[in-house]
């Protein structure tokens, strides 16, 4: 049983450039949620969605940044125009039920966005 | 704004001994969850406690939750070398909004052979 997948699991991108991650939830999990670590920073929450709905992104830079979670495959994190403060690892995390905060959540193993 | 204070930071012991890792906040959580982050890896649950008061061991891992859900503790005894690595809390807010985890910043922790 596959654990979250997250790709790639490095990506290198010039300024101004779009950065496009990938997240596959676990298998029955249908909520998904995306965390960014800083260097020597905490994870900070980001965005949760559910299959079809984005139901808080509270987290999100109010610019360039984007997510989805379509009926069929991946979510997908979007970050426009990349500047270097975006570097950071993005994390994924799934879970069956909403607001699973009883049980903790599983996460991927990140991807690490590199801006040059 | 809910913040998590960790401390030590950094931590670097010897193999055998025995250690505390404390987590702290004014704020009151639904429950507190602590993961361990290997480098280059995402977090890994350890463990979940909801109860104020609530004591969980997991082999030489005790965790307990205080009483005002606003602190939680981590202890290991008798630590080795496999032990080494970032360890995070992160409490789950009351409320609607449970599902958004605060983060502590980590203590990085050391066991030497």
Known sequence: NAGVMQNPRHLVRRRGQEARLRCSPMKGHSHVYWYRQLPEEGLKFMVYLQKENIIDESGMPKERFSAEFPKEGPSILRIQQVVRGDSAAYFCASSPLFSDDTNGYTFGSGTRLTVV | ?113
């Open chain 2, 1 to 113: 704004t809910q913040l998590l204070e960790q401390s030590p930071q950094f931590l670097s012991i010897q193999e055998g001994e025995n250690l505390t890792v404390y987590c702290n906040s004014s704020s009151v959580f639904s429950s507190l969850q602590w993961y361990r982050q290997e480098p280059g890896e995402g977090p890994v649950l350890l463990v979940t406690v909801v109860t104020g008061g609530e004591v969980k061991k997991l082999k030489r891992l005790t965790f307990q939750f205080g009483d005002a859900r606003k602190d939680s503790s981590l202890h290991i005894t008798a630590a080795q070398p496999g032990d080494t690595g970032l360890y995070l809390c992160a409490g789950a807010s009351t409320g609607a909004g449970s599902y958004q985890l605060t983060f502590g910043k980590g203590t990085k922790l050391s066991v030497i052979p």
